[in-house]
Nanobody, 124 residues
Framework: QVQLVESGGGLVQAGASLRLSCAAS????????MGWFSQAPGKEREFGGA????????MYSDSVEGRFTISRDNAKNMVFLQMNSRQPEDTAVYSC?????????????????WGQGTQVTVSS
């Protein structure tokens, strides 16, 4: 089992930056890829980006490319999501997830463990 806990969400103004954290515990050696997803009210869960836990390679969705940066701290079993230029339409619950493969996936169904999510609200 892997436990994931997100933090860093909150209320920010449009144009501001925000960094989310995801702390992993449990059988983290099996957590090969970490992903970040967002889900706005009434919408499907949307892929934001992913980071390979071992090699550190990253991939992002087209919609966030250039605005999101994922990084990791292997010693602390933490993954971070830096989000720049936040807009009101980015208001959502942001969740981290892990999958037990080295390859990343853009599909939520490809991830095995999920955090509870952290709310990010962007005001105009």
């Amino acid at each position: 089992q892997v436990q994931l806990v997100e933090s860093g969400g909150g209320l920010v103004q449009a144009g501001a930056s925000l960094r989310l954290s995801c702390a992993a515990s449990g059988r983290t050696f099996s957590s090969y890829t970490m992903g970040w997803f967002s889900q706005a009210p009434g919408k499907e869960r949307e892929f934001g980006g992913a980071c390979n836990w071992i090699g550190g390679s990253t991939m992002y969705s087209d919609s966030v490319e250039g605005r999101f940066t994922i990084s990791r701290d292997n010693a602390k079993n933490m993954v971070f999501l830096q989000m720049n230029s936040r807009q009101p339409e980015d208001t959502a619950v942001y969740s981290c997830a892990t999958r037990q493969y080295l390859s990343s996936s853009r599909l939520a169904s490809g991830y095995h463990y999920w955090g509870q999510g952290t709310q990010v609200t962007v005001s105009s």
